[in-house]
């Protein structure tokens, strides 16, 4: 009973983190059509600034939290134009140019930071980790647990922006229909810059907790592309609150798989329930995807 | 006409190749290092560079090899198989084809190596390296690989029998958790045989691939509560591991890890937590060895690495050293100045399965039959401890420099 319960808290926990990897790439797909393959080496480079900071100003690297995501929310309105000019224009295959592009973009950020940090695994230490809380028969990591609070919140913060707010209504329609968004007066470039903004932004913030939970080093990033690929797929291509529920299939499919067959089968086990999504159901599992 | 200009043009062409293949004269070693100095294993890559650039170092520090009176000294040239077995070939090609190498130095994993090694018998090139330590390299029997670290299987076994020999109470069970490469699912598979021969009950062995999140697996560990939890794997997933049994509060007696937990960055990654972890290793600069080589002893060793890369040095710059220390040897005693013909290159094989030799590494000494081919049989490995911050020597006896602390205190008594 034990292990099971454990399994089961293992799985939602795995599901938080592959929530706030998944949850900005699904905006940025879901309202810009931007594939972005470089998802990964936001996660990498929002991990090394978590280090830096810690590095250079001490402290705990949580509280460097806000000023990441305003680092990485300029970084991305700085990037976007490029990716903005791949996709734009008389491209054949916008989509596919998107794709292309951030692919380049993730082997200069991989590359670049081997250059500039090198080859050695850095670790950050934050005044969770290591700390857990046992709730009756199971044991919840203080670390993790807050990833998982981090990718719920900002999940419904998404959510009610894009539903609830008039620039999120804007976004929205520039997604439906980028030509009569922009004939209606919407400046369809802004909307992208912005959103792409805050996709960087989130993503960055989960570097930091992701290299808090394991280690940071130049390769990290595509083990998170590979994973937001898998979420968005299961979810249901662009559809956000479909994040959710994918990530906690994906991260339970993970846990039950390793205890109870064994770890060597956990990503044969992923890819086969990916395939099988993709013939019987290509909307993702909630049918809401596009 | 046009044609006529291209053929004559092919034809210069082909002649200036021919005549710079004639004029190939050096009066130095020309030595090929393909190694991971890019991708997922730059870290180790880096190591074994360490310790092949030392070599070269000391050995044109001291004018050269010494081969019939004359001294001819050392270049390094690399490829860089960024870490994937494919580069590693197609870099061993050209070291050999192009760079016309005399000998290659190895790289830093065993699946680069073992796509190394068939380009090496192809053109008969001879090969040490210094760090590759999958058993898969030497039951392939490959004439012209050779390497200095013994196999993996023989490594973690005398940190289990440490821990089944040396301590009280005895531990009764060990969980096993490898990660599926060449290397580490070997290291796991030697404590297993290693653990399953000293008596202690085998509750879980398990592979599983790099790169997963280990959590569930370090749960289903903990719920069947081992005496000891060793893990086959590198030091990232090593880091990694421990954090987690922290965080989900699992608590064995003791955690044995093989490779990784005597690096720098295993110990920066962990901080305290990595207290009461054992490994092994082949080699330690307080290990008592007298050479008269290169290097008298692993202390001027350890300080010549700190003076030049300012970090400790670990077994596998020894290792790659000694691969480098090897070759100088083999080439001396066949009294073979640069650049070595294919004649050469056969008779130093020679040179090498009958070398034996004490360097500051330790014994040098390649096996010529059975499992292990061409693998050192010289060294034995020793069982290592963090206890108060510094890796001391805890077994076997007749190495121990400090008694095994056993069992570790629970992560809240820490």
């Known amino acids: 009973m034990e292990l099971f319960l454990q399994t089961i808290i293992d799985g939602l926990l795995i599901g938080g983190l592959i929530i706030i990897v998944g949850i900005g790439f699904s905006l940025c797909f879901g309202t810009m059509h931007i594939v972005d393959f470089a998802v990964g080496e936001w996660v990498m480079l929002g991990a090394y600034a978590g280090y830096l900071m810690v590095r250079t100003f001490g402290h705990d690297p949580m509280i460097y939290l806000p000023v990441i995501f305003v680092i990485f929310f300029a970084v991305g309105w700085l990037v976007y134009p490029l990716i903005f000019r791949a996709v734009s224009g008389k491209r054949h295959n916008p989509v596919i140019m998107g794709l292309v592009f951030t692919f380049g973009l993730s082997i ?26 046992s709730i009756g028969l199971v044991t919840v990591p203080a670390l993790r647990f807050s990833g998982f609070l981090f990718g719920l919140v900002v999940t419904l913060l998404f959510m009610a922006f894009l539903y609830k707010t ?4 804007i976004i929205r329609a520039t997604a439906q229909d980028r030509d009569t968004a922009n004939l209606l007066g919407t400046d369809v470039r802004k909307v992208g810059a912005f959103v792409y903004s805050l996709y960087a932004g989130v993503t960055g913030m989960s570097g930091v907790l992701i290299g808090a939970l394991f280690s940071i080093h130049a390769a990290m990033g595509a083990k998170y592309s590979i994973l937001a690929f898998f979420v968005v797929v299961l979810a249901g291509m662009g559809y956000v609150p479909g994040v959710l529920v994918a990530a906690i299939v994906l991260g339970l499919l993970q846990s039950f798989v390793t205890v109870y067959i064994g770890g060597r089968y956990t990503l044969a086990a992923l890819f086969l329930v990916m395939y099988g999504v993709l013939l019987i159901t290509p909307k993702g599992i909630l049918r809401r995807g596009i | 006409m046009k044609r006529l200009g291209i053929f004559a043009l092919i034809t210069v062409a082909i002649l200036m190749v021919g005549y710079a293949q004639a004029q190939e004269k050096r009066d130095f070693f020309k030595v090929g290092v393909v190694t991971s100095l890019s991708g997922e294993l730059a870290f180790g890559g880096t190591v074994t560079k360490r310790g092949y650039d030392m070599w070269e170092d000391a050995v044109n520090a001291a004018g050269g090899i010494d081969i019939a009176g004359k001294k001819y000294k050392v270049k390094l040239v690399y490829a860089d198989d960024q870490s994937t077995p494919a580069t590693a070939a197609v870099g061993t090609e050209r070291l050999i084809t192009q760079e016309k190498v005399d ?38 029997k490959f004439k012209y690989t050779f390497g200095t670290i013994p196999p993996v299987n023989l490594g973690p076994r005398s940190a289990i029998q440490t821990l089944a020999q040396d301590v009280t109470p005895k531990p009764q069970s060990i969980a096993i958790l490898g990660i599926d490469d060449a290397f580490s699912k070997f290291s796991a ?26 959590t ?14 060793a893990m086959g794997n590198h030091e990232k997933a090593a880091i990694e591991m421990i954090k987690i049994a922290k965080e989900l509060k699992f608590n064995p007696k003791a955690y044995v890890q093989h490779y990784g937990m005597s690096t720098p960055d295993f110990r920066k990654g962990l901080g305290k937590d990595m207290e009461y972890v054992y490994g092994i290793s082949y080699w330690t600069e307080n290990m008592k060895i007298q050479s008269s080589g290169l290097f008298k002893n692993p202390k001027e060793y350890a300080d010549a690495i700190r003076k030049k890369f300012n970090v400790d040095p670990d077994y596998t710059e020894a290792g790659c050293t000694g691969a480098g220390l090897a070759f100088q040897e083999a080439v001396r005693a066949i009294k073979a100045a640069p650049p070595l013909t294919d004649a050469q290159k056969d008779a130093l094989i020679g040179a090498l399965e009958k070398l034996d030799i004490v360097t500051f590494y330790g014994r040098i000494k390649f ?8 693998s050192n049989a010289g060294l034995e490995s020793v069982t290592l401890q963090y206890q108060g911050g510094k890796l001391v020597e805890v077994g076997p006896p007749k190495t121990r420099v400090a008694a095994p602390k056993y069992p570790a205190p629970t992560w809240d008594k820490r």
Not at chain 1, 108 to 133: C, D, E, N, P, R
Not at chain 2, 196 to 210: D, F, H, Q, T, W
């Open chain 2, 216 to 229: 569930p697996s370090v749960t289903a560990i903990k719920s069947l509560k081992p005496d000891i939890f």
């Open chain 1, 108 to 133: 200069i950020a991989k590359g670049g930071a081997l250059s500039v940090w090198g080859y050695h695994i850095q670790s950050i230490t934050t005044w969770l980790s290591g700390k857990s809380i």
């Open chain 2, 367 to 374: 096996a010529t039959e059975g499992d292990f081919y061409h």
């Open chain 2, 189 to 214: 598979e030697a404590m297993k045989a290693a653990a399953e021969k000293a008596g202690l009950k085998v509750l879980k062995y398990e592979i599983v691939p790099e790169g997963s999140d280990y």
């Open chain 1, 166 to 169: 008039k620039f999120g209504i």
């Open chain 2, 103 to 140: 000998f290659i130095l190895g790289p830093y994993a065993s699946g680069p190596t073992l796509a190394l090694a068939p380009i090496c018998e192809k053109y008969k090139m001879p090969h040490i390296t210094g760090s590759a330590e999958s058993p898969l390299i030497w039951v392939k």
